[in-house]
């Protein structure tokens, strides 16, 4: 009970595209970039032209991390890393997922790739293999 398991996403990987939450309007961005690696989520974002202060007075303020000028550089950067990390596994199906520690999560592809998880504070070694804190790497097994 106190950790979660992505049934849809193993269930539907590989065979239909899913998204995560807006990733600029969380509350953790962070958390939910990493959230999105561990479940092999499309990469999602909330985006508006004009800069997020104009909502202030409005219906909208939900929104104010949306103005993509403040996200520009830091959108193509994520996509980025996550396309390479991510990319060999987008047409595979999830075989297994697991929580190998508090802060480390495993998700295993079809193709023999892995996705490691590392939602924690520090940086853990793995079979020789660093999983950089606050971060994700891919491993061919």
């Not at 999105?36 to 202060?53: C, D, K, Q, R, Y």
Request: proline residues 4%.
């Amino acid at each position: 009970f106190d950790s979660s398991v992505p049934f849809w996403a193993i269930a539907m990987h590989g065979k239909k595209p899913y998204t995560g939450r807006p990733i600029n309007l969380a509350r953790e961005w962070q958390e939910e970039y990493l959230t999105a690696a561990e479940h092999g989520a499309g990469l999602n974002f909330a985006l508006i032209a004009s800069e997020g202060t104009s909502l202030q007075d409005s219906e909208y303020t939900d929104l104010f991390g949306a103005s993509y000028r403040e996200w520009e550089a830091r959108i193509i950067r994520l996509y980025n890393e996550y396309n390479q990390k991510l990319g060999p596994v987008f047409n595979s199906t999830i075989v297994d997922h697991q929580k190998l520690g508090q802060f480390l999560t495993k998700t295993s592809y079809s193709n023999g790739i892995s996705i490691y998880v590392n939602y924690g504070n520090e940086d853990i070694s793995l079979d020789g293999k660093i999983v950089p804190a606050h971060n994700f790497v891919s491993i061919e097994e």
